[in-house]
Nanobody, 119 residues
């Protein structure tokens, strides 16, 4: 079992920045990849960014160059630095951890933190 707790969401004007944090606890040695997803009102949850245990990163095209995912291994925490925010970035942001047990992959989710971007 893995527990994820997000923080750092809030209200910001377009062009501003937010930094999201996700702290992991539990069976963290089994985590292979951590990432961020978001869900805007009336839309499906979508991938935003991910970072592997070897620190390889991936981003959805719409945030490339504006968002940066990073991790602090000592603190078991993953961050999402969001700069140059746009109104279309407004969503609930969810932390995700992918855990492999044998040949099975399991997804764990945080409770979500809101990012409200005003125009």
């Amino acid at each position: 079992q893995v527990q994820l707790v997000e923080s750092g969401g809030g209200l910001v004007q377009a062009g501003g920045s937010l930094r999201l944090s996700c702290s992991a606890s539990g069976n963290i040695v089994s985590i292979r990849t951590m990432g961020w997803y978001r869900q805007a009102p009336g839309k499906q949850r979508e991938f935003v960014a991910s970072i592997t245990s070897s620190s390889s990163t991936d981003y959805v095209d719409s945030v490339n160059g504006r968002f940066t995912i990073s991790r602090d291994v000592a603190k078991n925490t993953v961050y999402l630095q969001m700069n140059s925010l746009k109104p279309e970035d407004r969503a609930i942001y969810y932390c995700n951890a992918k855990v492999w047990v044998g040949v099975e992959e399991y997804d764990y989710w945080g409770q979500g933190t809101p990012a409200n971007v005003s125009s």
